[in-house]
């Protein structure tokens, strides 16, 4: 079932996305004009930055189905899995930021900020989520800076589940389809360092990843470490490369009961390890009427592979499976006004999952393989005070 238009609620969408925009665009000509009368001592008094952005998009596959599911829903089989009223929707991203600038160590930065980001899903509201965010940033240096932030994802919906604990009391019944749900918390810290000759600069990451399910599914409860480097070089005056590898360990949980262990448990062991590794670049285009415009692809490839013991009888999803991820992210960001842009954008999302007990591959390949793309703009505005 492919999205259906309603047109009453979209239009509600668009009048109030054309009013924002109006609004940002009078407010950004009007703030331009006094920024013009302002003293070379005033305008370094500008320390703090508003950051707003609202970005609709398409969402092909919103709950990343693979095809045997999306044709399921389709044929309306599976009474009890599926509360969606579509598998693709039209989101609405929104965003707003606050940072503040100063210098308490003699000439070197201190930046704070805060944020709150959130996807609102026109037909499929249960898939809406939001996130708040806090970071510090400081200058060591002037070409080394640290990074340290957090932020918490209160309610993040997956799908339903069949739960085979309820199973053995319903039996094979539309309730015994439970909704999987999580929240986190990030913790993530980087370091950066631009080299002497001023065209390279490197990142190192650590993350640390907190995901607490519902009580359905604790099992599923984790800690994930994450590890790795970016490096970005730039080869010409308009032309910028990048590359890393991040190496991410999860460690489910993998038992729901006070009297087990992961040891003695005979539920889902999620424990896996993966290895992603990036590279793009980024493209500064002839200007366009005097306005500044670039383009950048990146591209993603991942391989995680599932460490649980279990026997394939006992955890089919997860013994001996193994992942392939694809994803590929194209850009074209254009800067209408000195403080307005507008970036048009295509993210593709691709899984093949298997495993190394061949006759369980088809299964595990009919559960977790999909494809996702989505397409949209984001329009982006700064306000400096």
């Not at 305008?43 to 970005?55: E, G, M, R, V």
């Not at 065209?199 to 907190?210: I, W």
Request: charged residues 25%; aromatic residues 22%; negative net charge.
């Amino acid at each position: 079932m492919s999205l259906k238009i309603n047109t009453h609620h979209l239009l509600k969408r668009i009048t109030f996305f054309i009013c924002c925009l109006v609004f940002i665009l009078n407010l950004s000509n009007d703030l331009y004009g006094q920024k013009k009368k302002k003293t070379e001592t005033e305008k370094k008094a500008d320390k703090w930055t508003l950051s707003l952005s609202i970005k609709p998009y398409y969402d092909s596959n919103i709950l990343k189905y693979s095809e045997k599911y999306i044709d399921r829903f389709k044929n309306g089989e599976d009474e009890g899995r599926f509360h969606i009223e579509t598998t693709d929707d039209l989101v609405w991203g929104y965003s707003i930021g606050l940072t503040y600038t100063d210098e308490f160590i003699g000439n070197l930065k201190t930046i704070v900020g805060a944020g709150y980001d959130s996807d609102a899903y026109t037909y499929n509201s249960i898939k809406t989520w939001l996130t708040y965010n806090i970071f510090f940033r400081q200058y060591i240096t002037a070409s080394t800076s640290f990074s340290a932030s957090y932020s918490y994802l209160p309610s993040f919906y997956v799908r339903h589940f069949r739960d085979e604990d309820w199973v053995k009391y319903y039996g094979y019944t539309p309730e015994t389809f439970r909704p999987y749900l999580f929240s986190k918390d990030d913790f993530s810290f980087w370091v950066q360092h631009i080299f002497a000759w001023k065209t390279t600069r490197a990142r190192l990451y650590f993350t640390y990843d907190r995901y607490y399910l519902d009580e359905s599914n604790t099992e599923y409860d984790s800690n994930d470490y994450l590890y790795g480097f970016r490096v970005y070089q730039s080869l010409f005056k308009n032309l910028d490369f990048n590359f890393g590898y991040f190496y991410t360990t999860s460690d489910a949980k993998g038992y729901d009961e006070p009297d087990e262990l992961k040891a003695n448990s005979d539920d889902s062991d999620a424990t896996n390890y993966e290895h992603a590794y990036f590279a793009g670049f980024g493209y500064a285009l002839p200007p366009i009427f005097s306005l500044n415009n670039d383009i950048s692809i990146d591209a993603q490839y991942l391989r995680a592979f599932y460490t649980t013991d279990h026997y394939l009888e006992l955890d089919p999803l997860h013994a001996g499976r193994y992942d392939y991820n694809y994803r590929v992210f194209v850009n074209y960001n254009i800067d209408l006004l000195e403080n307005f842009s507008i970036t048009v954008f295509y993210n593709w999302f691709g899984r093949e999952s298997s495993t190394s007990a061949e006759a369980n591959r088809e299964y595990v390949s009919n559960e977790k393989d999909y494809t996702q793309y989505r397409i949209g703009m984001n329009f982006n505005y700064l306000i400096k005070f």
